[in-house]
């Protein structure tokens, strides 16, 4: 079974700041992690290769320093890693992001499954994923909480959603994208932190991915932020006054009148 796992490094801080000018994120000085959610995709991953034979390979897009993220994988059990980076990918949005990992997937050729994080802790949007598999032209399912069965053609996976659980089975090679449900990630090991050290991680550019550069970084990115913002918090609080009796009648006025019961 070989598996592709999706990983982006991500500023390691729920306190982000915008630059005023830029409408980007204040990156400097914060340490960068890899995306939480993506730690449950790669750990899943490694258990599947470990039940049932195969590779797991690890792909993120972004600058120079987002190597950290794929050694950092191959210390907790991915067997190889690949970077894709190039200047032409700056300023990708999740549409030109999809279109080269997967372009990379494509050159990777050998590929059972992928698996990403259920969205990300910067981004945030959740479109990666039904992204790639559309592009890949492959079944995709999201909110993966456990992997019930799995062969070379099909798996049953069990997703998560907003009153229960579904039980779907899709063909394989499929796209999915994983909660935290689903496991407990390891810490790396000796002998991984030793393999991640020695690791030589190819980088791929958008010549060696055969990606025409308009297709990715701005040019490829039919989105644009126009501001970033953080909303205002209205406090808008009343005490009631009177009789307790008088207060939750008018509590329940007020809540009706809100249409809230
Ligand atoms: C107009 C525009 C301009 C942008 N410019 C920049 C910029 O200049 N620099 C910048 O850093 N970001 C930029 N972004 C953000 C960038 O597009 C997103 O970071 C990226 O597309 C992923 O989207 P997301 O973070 O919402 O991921 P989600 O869709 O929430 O991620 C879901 C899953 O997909 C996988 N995944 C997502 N991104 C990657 C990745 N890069 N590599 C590997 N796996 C991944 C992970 O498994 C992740 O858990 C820009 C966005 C827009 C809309």
């Known amino acids: 079974m070989n598996i592709v796992v999706c990983l982006k490094q ?4 729920t306190e982000v700041k915008i630059d005023p000018q830029t409408n980007t994120l204040v990156r400097e000085g914060i340490k960068n992690i890899i995306n939480p959610f993506d730690t449950y995709a790669l750990e899943e991953g490694v258990r599947l290769k470990e039940r049932y034979g195969g590779k797991v390979t690890a792909i993120s897009m972004g600058p120079a320093q987002a190597e950290e993220v794929l050694r950092e994988a191959i ?26 990992l997967t372009s990379a997937i494509n050159k990777i050729q050998d590929y059972d499954l992928i698996i990403c994080g259920r969205q990300t802790i910067d981004g945030d949007t959740g479109q990666v994923g039904p992204e790639l598999a559309e592009m890949l032209g492959i079944p995709f399912v999201a909110y993966i909480s456990k992997v019930e069965e799995i062969d070379n053609e099909h798996m049953i996976v069990k997703r ?52 025409d550069k308009n297709s990715v970084g701005l ?27 008088n207060q939750v009648k008018s509590l329940i006025d007020k809540l009706r009148d809100a249409k809230l019961i």
């Open 219 to 245: 040019s490829g990115s039919p989105t644009r932020v126009i501001k970033i913002f953080f909303p205002q918090r209205a406090h808008h609080g009343e005490v009631l006054q009177g009789e307790l009796e």
């Open 75 to 100: 210390s907790t059990g991915a067997d190889e890693a690949i970077l894709l980076s190039d200047s032409a990918f700056a300023g990708s949005d999740t549409l030109a992001t999809s279109y080269a």
């Open 160 to 211: 998560m959603v907003e009153d229960g659980h579904e039980v779907i089975e899709t063909p394989l090679p499929a796209v999915i994208t994983v909660v935290k449900e689903i496991n407990v990630p390891r810490l790396p090991s000796l002998r991984g932190l030793t393999k991640a050290r020695n690791a030589v991680i190819p980088i791929w550019t958008a010549r060696e991915l055969g990606i």
């Open 10 to 13: 991500v500023p390691g801080t």
